[in-house]
């Protein structure tokens, strides 16, 4: 395969004696950026941070794919602890488009100093505890080790690039691109015959943009997806006055909301609603844009599948009325899950693309699945179809796999990898059982990607903080979560989510996007949200970290 990738590993160098640090943080997005600052400028501790790229923004350094931009709006995606860079910082759209996200987060490095102590191109391969010096000693590819105290884990949840096995991939004479490892100098697609596989949130954003300029462009469909309109546009000033006017509310709001927006469920079921009434609220969710139709719709949507039946039926008629071709439009609906319990795309002309001569759809399940690659194209359904540029938008290993990426030894060198053969096991999404003073930012079991991820982000990384400076007040040297409370919570997480209709969806959120990987949701649904679960993290803190085990 001649696909395009970023050579982001430093070339190997002689090994030098270990540097000692006091914390490391890896990853340099919005949690490595803050947390470093946190480290250093509020506990004084020496700390760095390990970054494999070659510069700031985390998930915004690598996917550059055409379309790529955020689906928060703007004014609430963004860090809400410097009242002053709120106040200062303008966005131009509604969602930001990833370079304007990516100036953000290198205004932000700048701003808080932090680029001294991030150093690029190191890949962690291995993060190994020693039980008699209390110390974690980390290796990256070029062959560096530095001890620390204590290690932080921001690389971010989708991090870890899934590319399927594909037969035959290696063998394509085009070019193949994954969308997370985008050529930073952009993809020329003029008069080029163009594949994009996957229809997830990703190929959503990219697919309207590359038929725009592709001569012809095949989308390879396996799972249909429930969409609704975005309606980015131009931030309107006095919007944006309003909102910095009242931005001590609005971060009040987000914190202690469901999802980290400013977003409520409609109180009532949706089965206790005339068709006319509830119609107006789809349509008025359905016209305002954004998560609205996902996040505050009727309350019932997410437990009861007659309800959701009627929610997805209004989509369903959205793209039956947009697609001209009612054979594409069947196969464009969604049939095998629940709406909502995969992640919800916005689109901007997504559906409407489809209309184009140059547009064709190949799905799974009526033309039959992806055979092979071939040296000129993709063979599925016994079908050729001949391509210049295979666009591979088939997401991540979610959640875990890109802490298991990090060759993380805890207490008696046990492998969390191993450990998590079976799924992930964290208290809090904050630390795991037998891994002292290791700290996952947003990990497996928190909130983390069912919220708008910079109010988690900052309610782990403050938390990470108070809890070091409550060991460093003390004298005390380690913490680590306890088997018992861990335990209790993964039942917690099993059991909250065992009573929606999450589970019933062949979703990277249970982990079935990836082959082999155990069936178990990753994040956290429970406890009123973002809200409920700040208030459980801070009264775990202020009851003396309840359920860790402290020691000298």
Not at 225 to 240: H, L, Q
Not at 417 to 437: K, Q
Not at 468 to 495: D, F, N, Y
């Amino acid at each position: 395969m001649k696909a395009t990738t970023q050579a982001d590993a430093a070339p190997r160098a002689s090994v030098a004696p270990p540097r000692r640090l006091d914390a490391l943080v890896i990853g340099a997005g919005f949690s490595g950026l803050y947390m470093l600052k946190q480290l250093r400028d509020k506990l004084g501790l020496k700390a760095k941070v390990f970054e494999r790229g070659h510069g700031v923004g985390g998930t915004w350094y690598w996917n550059r794919y055409p379309g790529a931009r955020c689906d928060s709006d703007c004014y609430i995606y963004c860090y809400t602890h410097d009242r002053a860079l709120l106040q200062e910082w303008n966005w131009s759209e509604r969602y930001p488009e990833q370079p304007e996200i990516l100036r953000y987060l290198e205004h932000c490095a700048d701003r808080f100093d932090v680029r001294r102590d991030i150093e690029f191109g190191k890949t962690v391969v291995s993060t190994v505890y020693d039980e008699a010096t209390k110390l974690w000693t980390v290796r990256t590819a070029d062959g560096e080790t530095v001890t620390a105290r204590y290690v932080i884990a921001a690389v971010g949840s989708l991090s870890a690039t899934n590319v399927p096995p594909f037969p035959g991939l290696e063998t394509f004479k085009g070019r193949a691109y994954h969308t997370s490892q985008w050529p930073h100098e952009g993809v020329d697609f003029t008069n080029k015959r163009v594949g994009v596989i996957g229809t997830g949130a990703t190929a959503v954003q990219a697919i309207p943009e590359i038929a725009q300029q592709a001569r012809h462009l095949t989308v390879f469909q396996r799972t249909p997806n429930f969409c609704v309109p975005a309606r980015n546009g131009k931030v309107d000033p006095e919007v944006m006055k309003a909102r910095k006017a009242n931005y001590e509310q609005v971060v009040q709001n987000i914190r202690s909301s469901f999802f980290g927006f400013e977003l409520s469920f409609i109180p009532k079921s949706v089965l206790e609603t005339t068709p006319e009434e509830r119609e107006a609220e789809f349509d008025r969710m359905w016209y305002e844009g954004g998560f609205a139709f996902w996040l505050a719709n009727y309350q019932d949507m997410f437990f009861d599948k007659k309800a959701n039946d009627v929610i997805s039926d209004y989509l369903k008629r959205k793209i039956r009325a947009t697609v001209r071709d009612p054979e594409v439009a069947e196969r464009l609906i969604p049939r095998t899950y629940a709406y909502g319990t995969k992640r919800q795309p916005l689109d901007t002309n997504y559906f409407e693309t489809f209309n184009k001569p140059n547009v064709k759809l190949v799905d799974a399940a009526a033309d039959g699945p992806i055979e092979a690659i071939t040296e000129n194209g993709v063979r599925a359904g016994g079908k050729a179809y001949p391509l210049d540029i295979i666009v591979i938008a088939t997401g991540f290993d979610a959640m875990t796999g890109p802490l298991k990426k990090l060759g993380i030894q805890g207490r008696g060198g046990r492998s969390l990898a191993a450990l998590w053969e079976d799924g992930p096991e964290t208290y809090l999404g904050l630390m795991v059982a037998g891994f002292p003073n290791l700290f996952t930012v947003t990990g497996p079991q928190s909130p983390s990607v069912l919220s708008n991820m910079p109010v988690s982000i900052e309610q782990h990384v403050e938390w990470i903080t108070d809890c070091i400076a409550h060991l460093q007040s003390r004298g005390l040297t380690t913490i680590e979560a306890t088997p018992e409370a861990q335990a209790g919570w993964v039942a917690h997480v099993a059991e909250i989510v065992g009573m929606t209709l999450m589970p019933g969806a062949n979703s990277w959120y249970m982990g079935a996007n990836i082959p082999g990987k155990p069936r178990k949701f990753l994040p956290y649904l429970g406890l009123e949200g973002v809200g409920g679960y700040r208030k459980k993290c801070a009264e775990v803190a202020a009851q003396g970290y309840e359920g860790f085990t402290l020691s000298t």
